[in-house]
């Protein structure tokens, strides 16, 4: 009866460091996930929610987070709307979610380019901050090359022509923090 306690309580203790090991086998792999969660996918969480971000150069845009693509979000602050190119952000603070559902992660295969290509065939007149937090340029987008945007200055409330426009400012999007309309 006696080595029948001690076995027992060999066995309760074996058990013991078992659930103890599972329990660290699980907090590794939560931490293992976590590391290959983007940004994007975190973001996308926000979405409809009121973000504060930080550029880089330490100007601060906020909003609702409405649109969020590889290496882009949107944020509207009626009448202006921002987007702002995640690599010129130093921060974020909403209170969101932690990580959306992988359903909802379409909208984050937009890249970059692809959304400043719509702005340009939008027509829309931006301003261009800087990552050091200047006004870089004000205009139209005119063009959107691999690593750069092109923007076609002209009058502010002018509709962009040829004849109207007096620059060209050619803006390599590593300078690029945020492009501002107002709708």
Do not use: C
Not at 33 to 53: F, I, M, N
Not at 132 to 160: M, P
């Amino acid at each position: 009866m006696r080595w029948d306690s001690l076995f027992a309580d060999l066995e309760a203790q074996l058990e013991a460091e078992a659930v103890h090991d599972r329990a660290a086998e699980v907090q590794e792999m939560v931490r293992i996930e976590k590391s290959q969660v983007a940004l994007a996918a975190r973001l996308v969480a926000w979405v409809g929610q009121s973000v504060d971000a930080t550029t880089l150069g330490g100007q601060r845009f906020s909003g609702v987070l409405s649109h969020v693509g590889t290496g882009w979000i949107t944020l509207g602050a009626a009448p202006l709307e921002y987007l702002l190119l995640t690599s010129a952000v130093r921060s974020l603070v909403a209170d969101g979610e932690r990580v959306a559902p992988e359903s909802d992660l379409r909208q984050t295969k937009i890249s970059l380019r692809m959304a400043l290509r719509a702005v340009a065939r939008d027509r829309a007149p931006v301003t261009i901050y800087a990552v050091d937090g200047s006004a870089a340029a004000t205009g139209t987008v005119d063009y959107v090359g691999v690593d750069f945007i092109q923007i076609a200055a002209h009058s502010v409330g002018e509709y962009v022509s040829n004849s109207r426009i007096v620059a060209r400012h050619v803006l390599p999007l590593s300078g690029v923090a945020a492009l501002q309309r107002t709708v």
